[in-house]
């Protein structure tokens, strides 16, 4: 099932600019992750925050969770054609072993 | 570096073939997962395994099955391949609840 809802779909800026994504769940989690995925490829694992984090960095990567309105957001600094991609929020809650990923944002980076 | 592979990255059948696609990970991980990707949809899970012969139903188990004899090897099974199960198949591996690590992929096309 889809818990994460991520928004916007689609964003598109220009090389330099910021680039923030939001995602949103439904239930009490444990950890919240972030993946990039590359056109035609696997996900790659970029940050994990967990449930007691309220922000974490990561080079030009910043997360920030919070937790009372159910929402995270994923900041790419000096953003780079090289980041266009899409970018997934996944959640593991309780004792559950699988993740729960959400329907991803398309970041495209305009050279 | 974990390392998930895939069997093959294309893959095209005919309606009614039974399908194999393999996932292979070097590092030892406990649970591996099937997932489907499509347009809109996101990632949905079909199947997962926590051990050796173990296998849980995912989200969306109905017309696949798995086997998992070996624990770096997760098989994903189409018994009778329908034109719905064209889609992009990805393969994950991890140690716990939090971090997967994903194969490349299968673009899978049932004609």
């Given at each position: 099932?889809?818990?994460?809802?991520?928004?916007?779909?689609?964003?598109?800026?220009?090389?330099?600019?910021?680039?923030?994504?939001?995602?949103?769940?439904?239930?009490?989690?444990?950890?919240?992750?972030?993946?990039?995925?590359?056109?035609?490829?696997?996900?790659?694992?970029?940050?994990l925050i967990?449930?007691?984090?309220r922000e974490?960095?990561?080079?030009?990567?910043?997360?920030t969770l919070?937790?009372?309105?159910?929402?995270?957001?994923?900041?790419?600094?000096?953003?780079?054609?090289?980041?266009?991609?899409?970018?997934?929020?996944?959640?593991?809650?309780?004792?559950?072993?699988?993740?729960?990923?959400?329907?991803?944002?398309?970041?495209?980076?305009?050279? | 570096?974990?390392?998930?592979?895939?069997?093959?990255?294309?893959?095209?059948?005919?309606?009614?073939?039974?399908?194999?696609?393999?996932?292979?990970?070097?590092?030892?991980?406990?649970?591996?997962?099937?997932?489907?990707?499509?347009?809109?949809?996101?990632?949905?899970?079909?199947?997962?395994?926590?051990?050796?012969?173990?296998?849980?139903?995912?989200?969306?188990?109905?017309?696949?099955?798995?086997?998992?004899?070996?624990?770096?090897?997760?098989?994903?099974?189409?018994?009778?391949?329908?034109?719905?199960?064209?889609?992009?198949?990805?393969?994950?591996?991890?140690?716990?609840?939090?971090?997967?690590?994903?194969?490349?992929?299968?673009?899978?096309?049932?004609?």
């Amino acid at each position: 099932s889809q818990q994460g809802e991520e928004d916007p779909q689609a964003l598109s800026i220009q090389e330099g600019e910021n680039a923030t994504m939001n995602c949103s769940y439904k239930t009490s989690i444990n950890n919240l992750q972030w993946y990039r995925q590359n056109s035609g490829r696997g996900l790659v694992h970029l940050i994990l925050i967990r449930s007691n984090e309220r922000e974490k960095h990561s080079g030009r990567l910043r997360v920030t969770l919070d937790t009372s309105k159910k929402s995270s957001s994923l900041l790419i600094t000096a953003s780079r054609a090289a980041d266009t991609a899409s970018y997934f929020c996944a959640t593991d809650s309780g004792s559950a072993r699988q993740l729960t990923f959400g329907s991803g944002t398309q970041l495209t980076v305009l050279p | 570096d974990v390392k998930v592979t895939q069997s093959s990255r294309y893959l095209v059948k005919r309606t009614g073939e039974k399908v194999f696609l393999e996932c292979v990970q070097d590092m030892d991980h406990e649970n591996m997962f099937w997932y489907r990707q499509d347009p809109g949809l996101g990632l949905r899970l079909i199947y997962f395994s926590y051990d050796v012969k173990m296998k849980e139903k995912g989200d969306i188990p109905e017309g696949y099955s798995v086997s998992r004899e070996k624990k770096e090897r997760f098989s994903l099974i189409l018994e009778s391949a329908s034109t719905n199960q064209t889609s992009m198949y990805l393969c994950a591996s991890s140690l716990g609840p939090k971090t997967q690590y994903f194969g490349p992929g299968t673009r899978l096309l049932v004609l």
